[in-house]
């Protein structure tokens, strides 16, 4: 079955860390989004990728870093540079970039980040 | 800047009642699409419902339904027969016309079906 896979579901970092979460597509889509979710705040964009090797950053790049080097895998990096990493954190993807369904995201299930 | 705001952050409903959820947006662009993302406790968002703004229809999904009302910049989301399953987060979500525009999530509300 196509669609996106995010590991670890759980992760707990201790302070001064970093952490890679992964985020894997078979959905053949160009576009691949990573958020943050926090309890009241909605999603918020950290990076996104609309093709292989380029990335932008997103409205909370800030302590975070990603790469694009497959068009499957665009994995994300929580830095010791992010001061609250504690969150819920969602990898999504997108068939079409242009049009309506460039707004369609299919998401993965999501990695809780944990600080301890 | 865009903004969408959803000013209602908890609501329930009877099982097989009806019910809306609210969503507001502000922008002066002409061209945009409109989104209903559902979060079901198990945490996956899948999407809805969408609607082209330059389309006067209402887009319908089977029970889920919208109330596009473009000059006052509204966006509703109509749930009919409510089913326990539909409880969940629901997103409202803006997306400017264009090559590489982002979505814009509202902070979301919680759905609650009562039995």
């Known amino acids: 079955d196509g669609g996106i896979t995010q590991s670890p579901k759980y992760l707990f970092r201790k302070e001064g860390q970093n952490v890679t979460l992964s985020c894997e597509q078979n959905l053949n889509h160009d576009a691949m989004y990573w958020y943050r979710q926090d309890p009241g705040q909605g999603l918020r964009l950290i990076y996104y990728s609309q093709i292989v090797n380029d990335f932008q950053k997103g409205d909370i790049a800030e302590g975070y870093s990603v790469s694009r080097e497959k068009k499957e895998s665009f994995p994300l990096t929580v830095t010791s540079a992010q001061k609250n990493p504690t969150a819920f954190y969602l990898c999504?993807?997108?068939?079409?970039?242009?049009?309506?369904?460039?707004?369609?995201?299919?998401f993965g299930e999501g990695s809780r980040l944990t600080v301890l | 800047a865009q903004t969408v705001t959803q000013s209602q952050p908890e609501m329930s409903v009877q099982e097989a009642e009806t019910v809306t959820l609210s969503c507001t947006y502000d922008?002066?662009?002409?061209?945009?699409?409109l989104f209903w993302y559902k979060q079901p406790p198990s945490r996956q968002m899948i999407l809805v419902i969408r609607q082209e703004a330059y389309k006067q229809q209402n887009a319908t999904e089977n029970r889920f339904s919208v109330n596009f009302q473009k000059a006052a910049k509204s966006f509703s989301l109509k749930i009919s027969d409510s089913q326990l399953g539909d409880a969940a987060m629901y997103f409202c979500a803006y997306r400017r016309q264009g090559g590489s525009e982002k979505l814009v999530f509202g902070k979301g509300m919680k759905l609650t079906v009562n039995p």
């Open positions: 999504a993807s997108s068939i079409d970039r242009f049009g309506p369904r460039g707004g369609e995201l299919f």
């Open positions: 922008t002066s662009e002409s061209d945009y699409y």
